[in-house]
T-cell receptor
Framework: AQKVTQAQTEISVVEKEDVTLDCVYETRDTTYYLFWYKQPPSGELVFLIR??????QNEISGRYSWNFQKSTSSFNFTITASQVVDSAVYFCALSEADSGGYQKVTFGTGTKLQVIP | GAVVSQHPSRVICKSGTSVKIECRSLDFQATTMFWYRQFPKQSLMLMATSNEGSKATYEQGVEKDKFLINHASLTLSTLTVTSAHPEDSSFYICSAETGGSHNEQFFGPGTRLTVL
């Protein structure tokens, strides 16, 4: 069974600080996808990144960066120079095909980030 | 990326009534759509997998007679909460799968249901 753990329930940082959100996953498959989503108070999920299991290159997009480590089954997300607009709940998710061929997505419990001005 | 819409975005209804939520893939055809439920301050939980032209596959613990899913076309899936009760109040989110070699899921904006 697939599982996603986000051990940090809530994090508070002061604006301009860097912050890393942890994500650890479990899966028996060799082919899977990992995601990060942002959910602001409005509720709509905002897609941030999708990474397949064969691509371990770290990625940087502006102030966002992701560190994928298959050896530790982790897919951590770092926000550099945080801003108040980064305040939201961030979900890590794992997707893999089930026996029926459907992509089943399992979400972590989310990390609520509060950036204090 | 692809766009998925949901309608309505918010609905308030009386206990005992039925509510229909629509999920549409606007610029692609989705053979498979998914319905999730999110209670306040909790994560998303998959409720069911909706397949065009066939019966939906429900996750364990989800009542199929209470949450009716119809995927009548490649761009539309509907979720009907029948005889809604206050405990059904939740945020319902759908997603649609693009299929093909670069299969991806895109999420709708969600529907907030409040049952009085």
């Amino acid at each position: 069974a697939q599982k996603v753990t986000q051990a940090q329930t809530e994090i508070s940082v002061v604006e301009k600080e860097d912050v890393t959100l942890d994500c650890v996953y479990e899966t028996r498959d060799t082919t899977y996808y990992l995601f990060w989503y942002k959910q602001p108070p409005s509720g709509e999920l905002v897609f941030l990144i999708r990474r397949n299991s064969f691509d371990e290159q770290n990625e940087i997009s502006g102030r966002y960066s992701w560190n994928f480590q298959k050896s530790t089954s982790s897919f951590n997300f770092t926000i550099t120079a945080s801003q108040v607009v980064d305040s939201a709940v961030y979900f890590c998710a794992l997707s893999e095909a089930d026996s029926g061929g459907y992509q089943k997505v399992t979400f972590g419990t989310g990390t609520k980030l509060q950036v204090i001005p | 990326g692809a766009v998925v819409s949901q309608h309505p975005s918010r609905v308030i209804c009386k206990s005992g009534t039925s509510v229909k939520i629509e999920c549409r893939s606007l610029d692609f055809q989705a053979t498979t759509m998914f319905w999730y439920r999110q209670f306040p301050k909790q994560s998303l939980m998959l409720m069911a997998t909706s397949n065009e032209g066939s019966k939906a596959t429900y996750e364990q613990g989800v009542e199929k007679d209470k949450f009716l899913i119809n995927h009548a076309s490649l761009t539309l899936s509907t979720l009907t909460v029948t005889s809604a009760h206050p405990e059904d109040s939740s945020f319902y989110i759908c997603s649609a799968e693009t299929g093909g070699s670069h299969n991806e899921q895109f999420f709708g904006p969600g529907t907030r249901l409040t049952v009085l």
